[in-house]
Structure formats: C-alpha cells, structure tokens
C-alpha cells in the first residue's frame, strides 16, 4: 500500500521560512517524479513544485513561488522536502505531497498518489 505523509506545516509569521517533509512508502521511490501542490480556502488545487526521477532534470515551480521555495529529494530516505522561505500571507494553504510516474507534470491529474496534507498558515 503507497503512503505519503507530509509533515512539517505550522502556523508562521510572514518573512519566515518553513520545510515541508515528505515520506513516501509502498512504491520504488526513485522512480517517480514528485510534486508539491497546495489548496488554500475556496480555491482550487494549485501546483506548486516538482522534482523528476532524473537527476539530470531541473526542479520545476510555480511562478508564484519561484526563487523563494526549493523542492529537493533523498532516494535514500523515500523522502521529498520543500524548503519555503519569506513566507506570504497567500501561503496560506493546505500543502501536499503526490508522486507522478510522468517524468515531467504539473497537472494534478497525473498523480496517482496523494498525502493527507499539512496545514502552513503565514501571519502578516
């Protein structure tokens, strides 16, 4: 059985910096490209960040979050992170972790797997 479980969230004030974890079990973690998506009160789902299988492609982001968060992965742990800094009000949102055997996505349609997700509140 795949699990995703995501940790790390909290409630922050804006300008600081937060990392998401995220540990992935019952599948060959290596294989699978993985993204960061987040969903905010009253709006739909929105890509966040990925990371491929291949370590000769580049992290992709959101224009939104670009040159603030960093997506990173460690084979060896199962585990994807999403380190985030100076935080905005518009983080504000439930992120989650998902695993994609696409090489390239940002469309959430494309996941097959999904975390819980973790609450990341940024005060102002």
């Known amino acids: 059985q795949v699990q995703l479980v995501e940790s790390g969230g909290g409630l922050v004030q804006a300008g600081d910096s937060l990392t998401l974890s995220c540990a992935a079990s019952?599948?060959?973690?290596?294989?699978?490209?993985m993204g960061w998506f987040r969903q905010a009160p009253g709006k739909e789902r929105e890509f966040v960040a990925s990371i491929t299988w291949w370590s000769g492609d580049s992290p992709y982001y959101a224009d939104s979050v670009k040159g603030r968060f960093t997506i990173s992965r460690d084979n060896a742990k199962n585990t994807v992170y999403l380190q985030m800094a100076s935080l905005k009000p518009e983080d504000t949102a439930v992120y989650y972790c998902a695993a994609s055997r696409e090489r390239v996505t940002m469309n959430p349609m494309t996941y097959a797997y999904w975390g819980q997700g973790t609450q990341v509140t940024v005060s102002s």
């Open positions: 019952g599948l060959t973690f290596s294989t699978y490209s």
